[in-house]
């Protein structure tokens, strides 16, 4: 697990990211750097359990070793470092992309959460019955494998929700992949930065 915690002053909020099927690449490293620069402690677990990340030219390779390998069963792991965390922080916030964006849904019914953010999670789309207990921000890419529309609308009403649609391929915030956008990326940090302010004024 990557660990990002600035010793400087008493940290509040801790910030859990979750990676894609890729693993712990430089994505995920630069995205660390970036939120303990803003003042968060940063936990990234490596939950593929192997120390060489996949290249993004093995996107099948590595969806089928997160099947067959990992599954969302990792999320009881997850969540025990959550709950670990909570001891610590005030707030743990949970951020996850692509399968991690799934995990972090998962995370949701968790009451040591204080929030979840997640990126393209396809598979959201199979754990609807889920209700967050904290605030969570659910940001779909419009071009997917799945009707989006479809899935934004049976979320709709659940309460301590917001999902919305950004323009885009799954994959957008990615700068190192070639699904990346800028405007999209820009777009999704906007409403990430709103999301999470309003969450610092509970503490």
Same mark, same amino acid.
């Given at each position: 697990?990557?660990?990002?915690?600035?010793?400087?002053?008493?940290?509040?909020?801790?910030?859990? /990211?979750?990676?894609? /099927?890729?693993? +712990?690449?430089?994505?995920?490293?630069? %995205?660390?750097?970036?939120?303990?620069?803003?003042?968060?402690?940063? #936990?990234?677990?490596?939950? %593929?359990?192997?120390?060489?990340? $996949?290249?993004?030219?093995?996107?099948?390779?590595?969806?089928?070793? #997160?099947?067959?390998?990992?599954? #969302?069963?990792?999320?009881?792991?997850?969540?025990?470092?959550?709950?670990?965390?909570?001891?610590?922080?005030?707030?743990?916030?949970?951020?996850? $992309?692509?399968?991690?964006?799934?995990?972090?849904? +998962?995370?949701?019914?968790?009451?040591?959460?204080?929030?979840?953010?997640?990126?393209?999670?396809? @598979?959201?789309?199979?754990?609807l019955h889920l209700q967050?207990?904290?605030?969570?921000?659910? %940001? #779909?890419?419009?071009?997917?494998? $799945?009707?989006?529309?479809?899935?934004?609308?049976? %979320?709709?009403?659940?309460?301590? +929700?917001?999902?919305?649609? /950004?323009?885009? @391929?799954?994959?957008?915030?990615?700068?190192?992949?070639?699904? $990346?956008?800028?405007?999209?990326?820009?777009?999704?940090?906007?409403?990430?930065?709103?999301?999470?302010?309003? +969450?610092?004024?509970?503490?």
């Open positions: 697990m990557w660990t990002f915690v600035s010793q400087q002053e008493q940290l509040k909020q801790a910030v859990v /990211i979750l990676h894609e /099927i890729y693993g +712990l690449n430089d994505f995920i490293e630069e %995205l660390c750097i970036s939120y303990q620069q803003k003042g968060y402690a940063v #936990f990234a677990p490596n939950l %593929l359990k192997r120390e060489i990340t $996949f290249a993004y030219e093995q996107e099948t390779e590595a969806y089928t070793y #997160f099947n067959q390998q990992v599954g #969302f069963k990792i999320v009881k792991q997850v969540e025990r470092l959550i709950n670990d965390l909570k001891e610590e922080y005030e707030q743990v916030i949970v951020i996850g $992309f692509s399968v991690g964006a799934t995990l972090a849904w +998962l995370c949701c019914e968790n009451s040591n959460c204080a929030a979840v953010v997640c990126f393209y999670g396809s @598979r959201i789309r199979d754990y967050p207990v904290c605030p969570a921000l659910v %940001l #779909f890419a419009s071009e997917d494998l $799945f009707e989006v529309d479809k899935v934004i609308e049976l %979320l709709s009403g659940k309460a301590n +929700l917001e999902s919305k649609k /950004i323009t885009g @391929r799954h994959g957008f915030m990615d700068s190192y992949g070639k699904k $990346f956008s800028f405007t999209s990326n820009l777009e999704a940090q906007k409403s990430v930065e709103l999301f999470l302010a309003e +969450l610092e004024t509970m503490i």
